[in-house]
């Protein structure tokens, strides 16, 4: 079955790093678009990056510049690696998996990793 397991979160000082990790697997991984989606405590979900299968990445305005998506197809794993934390980056972030490139409708999600910057 299809399983997405994110790693790496935790809680880190303002304008640290953390990289996180989504090993995925029961399906052909390296053919899927993934993206990493972020909820904050009573906020919506906000989508952070998207990644094509050829390793083309998408970001949002509000993370461009700062953070990097990229996947390693031979491992089944798309990583996040995110510099210059802020305490709004603070969220819950999910990798998610999509059928088409660059929708918003995800068919499976990892169960999250927790990332907390501290001021």
């Known amino acids: 079955q299809v399983q997405l397991v994110e790693s790496g979160g935790g809680l880190v000082q303002a304008g640290g790093s953390l990289r996180l990790s989504c090993a995925a697997s029961?399906?052909?991984?390296?053919?899927?678009?993934m993206s990493w989606v972020r909820q904050a405590p009573g906020k919506q979900r906000e989508l952070v990056a998207g990644i094509t299968s050829g390793g083309s990445a998408y970001y949002a305005d509000s993370v461009k510049g700062r953070f990097t998506a990229s996947r390693d197809n031979a491992k089944n794993t798309v990583y996040l690696q995110m510099n210059s934390l802020k305490p709004e980056d603070t969220a819950v972030y999910y990798c998610a998996r999509a059928q088409v490139a660059h929708d918003t409708r995800y068919d499976y999600w990892g169960q999250g990793t927790q990332v907390t910057v501290s001021s």
């Open positions: 029961g399906f052909a991984f390296s053919t899927y678009y």
